[in-house]
Every structure is written in C-alpha cells, then in structure tokens.
C-alpha cells in the first residue's frame, strides 16, 4: 500500500467513530498525535487501508476528578498532563513521566491513551500508571470494560484490543498527601530520547523514614512493564536507612529482566535499574524529609 | 485525494492531496513555503517544527489529513525580510546559524517558547524548551543567546514609555 493510496476517516464524535470500527471492512488503524503511528507508516512497517483520526475527538480529551477516581481521557496531550494542577497534587509520578517523553514537540503532539495503545515497553507514562492502579477503559459500539493496566499488554506492540475496540478512558487513584512518587529515566541524551531504563516509584510514607509500602514499576527491562514486587515486599520491612535501600537495589537487579538491543546491553540495563531505584528513593525521601 | 482547508501564515488554502500526505510535504511542495525542513524525517531533529494552533508540532509526522482545519504558522509567519521578528534579529546579531539548516525549527520553537513566558528565560529553561531541536554545527551557545537577547528586547517593547 502506497502512503497516497492511504484513505483517512475522520470521525466527529467517539460515537461515530465506535460504529464505524464496528462496521468497517476496510484495514484500519486509529491515528491520534502521531508521533509513533506517522512514523511507522513512513517507515512502511504500518500501512493500513484507512487511517482513523481521532486527534480531534475533544470529548475524549479531559482531566477530571470524580467519584473518588481521576479520570484522564485518552487524548489527554502530555503537555495538558504537565500542565494540570490536579494531577501536579494527585499524580506526581504521572506528570514527572510526562515531562520525561520525547520534548516540547512530542509533549504537544503525543496523548496518553496513543503512549498506552503503542504498548512500547519503553513508553514513559507506562510505569506510573502502574504505580497509580490505572484502569483502562476499552469501549466498541455495544460494549465497555475495564481492565486493570497490568492485563492490558500481552508483549511488545501488543494489547488485548480488538480490532472494533478502542481506549476510552484511564482511571488512576488519586495519591493520599502521605504519598508520594518518583519518576527517574535513563535515556542516551536529557531530552528527546528513548527510554534505556525508566522506574516509577510511589511510597506510602508513615512517619520518618518509616513507610507503608509502595509500588515500583520498571520500564524498557523487560517484554512489557515489571513490577518489583521483590522490591516492593520489603519497603515496608524497616525504616527506608542506607542500607535497607542498597538492599532493595540489588533485588531489582535480579527481579528485571532486560535484553540487549540497539539501546543497551543486559547487563548494563540491570546495573542501571539498580542505580535508578536506588537513585529514586534517596531522591523521595528527600522529597518527603523536605516537604 | 482529500480536500483540505489550512489556515498558513494568516492565509486560508484550500489544498488537493492525499490524506497521509505529511504536513511538511504540503507546505513545502503544495504551497511553495519551504522554511520548513525534513531532516529525520520521524520527529527527532525539530528541523520541520511549527505551530499548529500556536503549539510547536514536527510537521514531518504530522498527517496533512489530521491537520485540516487547523491554523499553522512556519518560520516565514513568524518574520520574512524587511519584517523580521526580534528572534531573527537576534539570531543574526548573535551570529546563531551556521549551516541554518536546523535554524528554521529553532526559530518557531522559540517564538513558541517566549510567547508563553514574561521574563528573560535562564539557559536551563531555554534548554528543556529547544530539547527537541538538534543543530549539528554551531553547539548552542550562541543559539542559548540569541533566545536571551530576543526575550530582553521584548521586554524592553514591553516597558511603557516614560515621560
């Protein structure tokens, strides 16, 4: 398929758009910010039929908090994340990872739901929203369900999305003021990279350096996103001191499970993990002696 | 074929092509304003950047389809010669261009970048803010300098006139 042979479909409201996915005969592919979709076609890896232009669908483009859940729609830009007071309050590893993807150009093209729907396993916003227990919503025309963000992927590049379905929402947990979170990236340059390693941390802190438990989720170390749960088991073993800290490292050393690419090796990956975690907590606890 | 409607630079054309087109493409090859530059070509480099509804956007992954109906403006809306914006001036009084490949980029990005701010900007900002423009020859100093001496002289336009 020739890129001038490729149609697009633009559709005016998400209902429109689920009926045609309902219906269509036709290969078709949703396009949002396109900083990945627009890419692969030029690199001739994706060539649907149609395209599906959902960039300008604004009903699904919102942060809002009700029923005791923040409710971000998918095409939600990353600057709109960085820029919300809410999610600044309630999400701070979510906004952190924001400003990590890509620079000012991504940030403004590229929207949340198309960074989960890529499903790259270095996809910066990934992590955090393991570390938040997001919900994905996933609607076609007669149905909707939620699953939680851990069933979602099933391996680089792919989801559990059917081809009439599309995400519809993300719901994530509104952080308690006793919590708090961290994203730390290692990419080959500051801005306008992709991931090496990436870890999203969130600490329910108790008092000191005393915490309750918490979440760490690694990114771009393994087919899709790893939460340490070995890691995570012994946060709440003792007050967060030096030492408990390098333990907990060299845990996430072993509890990843990265391969060599283009990016990195294996095993620079592992000892990279290791640092960033390590790196990530001191910084949180800073955070929350400083707060 | 896909009729669409860009509002370029203040204009409104309405432009044949096909949807997949990229924005780039049709600026260049359709309406003749070739400021613009593919470099990477995948949204790496920065060198296509403009605005599409006064945001910085890399207009090589930017569909032609996807941009119907939005308002764009390149580094040839932002100031041509004699009219040229304080950014320019001041890239061309700082000496901030070398082979000015990347320059175009550069310049929206940062009329981008001033528009939102009041102030004049320290380097670590203008830093995260040019992050997604690469230039290959002069380093950024110059580049860093140039932002800096055109924020000062918009505050300067800026302060009232006394007396």
Redesign the interface.
Known sequence: ML??????F?PSSLSECLTYLSQSSKKHKL?AG??DA??R???GKWRPEI?I?I??LKELRYIEEKDGCIHIGPLTTH?DILRSDLLKRKADVLVEAAREV?????Q??GTIGGNIGTASPAGDTIPALYVLGALIEISSLNTKRLVPIEQFFIGPGRTILRENEMITGILIQPQHPNEIGIFQKLGPR???SISIVNVAISLKMIEGKHCHGGKIAFGSVGPAIIRAKKCESLLSQGPLTEELIQNIAKVAWKEVLPITDGRATALYRRDMASALLERGLYRLLRRWENR | M?TIQLKVNGAVHSISC?????LLDVLREDLGLTASKECC????C?SC?VLIND????SC???A??A??QEIITCEGVGLNPNLDAIQESFIEEGATQCGYCTPGIIV?AK??LNGIDHIPAVDEI????????CRCTGYTKIIKAVQTAASRNSSEKEPVKG
Request: charged fraction near 20%; charge should be positive; glycine fraction near 14%.
């Open positions: 890129v001038s042979n490729i149609e697009m633009s396009i396109g900083t627009a890419v076609m030029k690199e395209w232009n960039k300008n600057t890509g620079a000012t150009q991504m403004n093209m500051k801005a306008q | 896909k096909p949807p997949a087109k990229s070509g995948k949204g790496e920065g950047t945001e910085a956007a890399c992954i930017v569909l389809g996807q119907d109906g990005s981008a970048f830093k995260t803010a040019l992050g997604g423009n690469l």
